[in-house]
Each structure stands twice: as C-alpha cells, then as structure tokens.
C-alpha cells in the first residue's frame, strides 16, 4: 500500500513563503515521478509542479514558474515545493501525488496515488 503523507501548509500574508512536504512509503521512491497539484475554492483541481524520478527534469504551471521550485531527496522518500511570493491566487489545498512511470507528466490522469491534501491560504 502506498502512502502520501504531506505536512506544511498554512495560512500566510502575500509575499511570504512556505514549505510543503510529501513523504512516501510503500514503493521504492526513486521509482516514482512527483507532482504537486491544488484545488482553489470553487474550482477544478489544477497541476502545479512536477518532478522525474531523478529530478533530472521538471515542469511547472505558468502562474508558478520563478516563484515555486520543486525537489526532491531519494534519500528521504520525500518531495517538496518550495513556494515563495505567495499571492492570494495561490490559495487551495494542495496535493501530493506520485505516477509509477518515473517521467514528468502534468495530466492529474497520469498519477496513480495521492496525499491527503493539506490548505494553503494566502491572504492579501
């Protein structure tokens, strides 16, 4: 069974950062491609970053690009976005989700498991 735990996340005023992370369990890691996706109030839920299994390769919205950066430690079955110069767009709950081909993909179809979510809000 694998497992997406995410933690990070919070509530924050425009122009701060935050962290968010997403450890796996379950699968060997390095396997795995990563992305971050959320869901703004009202909205469909949108990609926001992905990652290959190597971090040789990454991609990201247009919204995010220069602001957000996403990595990942083998070592720690984990994955990050960092996220600075939040604006209050940004608001959503924020997804983990991992794709067993270790390609960069940004179609949320591609990905086979999913964290929890956690909220991110930016306010103004």
């Known amino acids: 069974q694998v497992q997406l735990t995410q933690s990070g996340g919070g509530m924050v005023q425009s122009g701060a950062s935050l962290r968010l992370s997403c450890v796996v369990s379950?699968?060997?890691?390095?396997?795995?491609?990563m992305g971050w996706f959320r869901r703004a109030p009202g909205k469909e839920r949108e990609f926001v970053a992905a990652?290959?299994?190597?971090?040789?390769?990454?991609n990201y919205r247009d919204s995010v690009k220069g602001r957000f950066t996403i990595s990942r430690d083998n070592s720690e079955n984990t994955v990050y976005l960092q996220m600075n110069s939040l604006r209050p767009e940004d608001t959503g709950v924020y997804y983990c989700?991992?794709?067993?081909?270790?390609?960069?993909?940004?179609?949320?179809?591609?990905?086979?498991?999913w964290g929890q979510g956690t909220q991110v809000t930016v306010s103004s």
């Open positions: 989700a991992a794709r067993r081909l270790g390609a960069v993909r940004s179609a949320e179809s591609e990905f086979d498991y």
């Open positions: 379950g699968r060997t890691f390095t396997h795995l491609a």
């Open positions: 990652i290959s299994w190597d971090g040789a390769y990454t």
